[in-house]
Nanobody, 126 residues
Framework: QVQLVESGGGLVQPGGSLRLSCTGF????????VAWFRQAPGKEREGVSC????????YYTDSVKGRFTIARGAAKKTVYLQMNNLPPDDTDVYFC???????????????????WGQGIQVTVSS
């Protein structure tokens, strides 16, 4: 049974940093394109970032460019999202997702994705 498990969320002050982790169980994330999405109550789920299968090319939505960095862990079992200089607007539930296809700058945020995590809360507040 495949599971994606997010960790590293929580409460942080504006301007602070968090590192989210997405760990795969029953799946080798090295062979998947892995993305982070986020969703606020009553809003559409938004693509935040993605690291591509095979290429490890990184993609970001415009609002996080220069502040967020996506990377694979050394053991290729985990994908990290380093989030810096967080404003309150980044408060959301963050989800990781994986699909066994390559992605491009025009396709990475498009669903479907094969597997999804349960989501983790990130709250930016003083």
């Amino acid at each position: 049974q495949v599971q994606l498990v997010e960790s590293g969320g929580g409460l942080v002050q504006p301007g602070g940093s968090l590192r989210l982790s997405c760990t795969g169980f029953g799946v080798v994330l090295e062979y998947y394109s892995v993305a982070w999405f986020r969703q606020a109550p009553g809003k559409e789920r938004e693509g935040v970032s993605c690291i591509g299968r095979n290429t490890d090319a990184a993609y970001y939505t415009d609002s996080v460019k220069g502040r967020f960095t996506i990377a694979r862990g050394a053991a290729k079992k985990t994908v990290y999202l380093q989030m810096n200089n967080l404003p309150p607007d980044d408060t959301d539930v963050y989800f990781c997702a994986a699909k066994k296809t390559m992605v491009s700058s025009g396709s990475w945020s498009q669903r479907p994705y094969d597997y999804w995590g349960q989501g983790i809360q990130v709250t930016v507040s003083s």
